[in-house]
């Protein structure tokens, strides 16, 4: 079983910058796919960034250029930089591991960012 803990959320104005991190309880990043993805109220979950197993990227539209993904060499923490805030960037960010070998998926509890206008 592996725990993912997302922190870093907040409040900010638009415009501002949040740094979102995922600490895993073990090392799983490693040659699986990791991603964040966000909720907003009466919407569903979409996909914000991932890590392919690989370690490709790929970014939804509407946060490239803005946001950036990474993880750090021990494998156990992700994180996601977001800058040039919205208020449309405003959801419950949640952060994803997706197992190449089985397909299982890990998630962690979520974090509320909040975008003032």
């Known amino acids: 079983q592996v725990q993912l803990v997302e922190s870093g959320g907040g409040l900010v104005q638009a415009g501002g910058s949040l740094r979102l991190s995922c600490a895993a309880s073990r090392r799983i990043f490693l040659k699986n796919a990791m991603g964040w993805y966000r909720q907003a109220p009466g919407k569903q979950r979409e996909l914000v960034a991932v890590v392919e197993s690989g370690g490709s990227t790929n970014y939804a539209d509407s946060v490239k250029g803005r946001f950036t993904i990474s993880r750090d060499n021990a494998q156990t923490t992700s994180y996601l930089q977001m800058s040039s805030l919205k208020p449309e960037d405003t959801a419950v960010y949640y952060c994803?591991?997706?197992?190449?070998?089985?397909?299982?998926?890990?998630w962690g509890q979520g974090t509320q960012v909040t975008v003032s206008s």
């Open positions: 994803n591991v997706k197992l190449t070998t089985t397909g299982y998926e890990y």
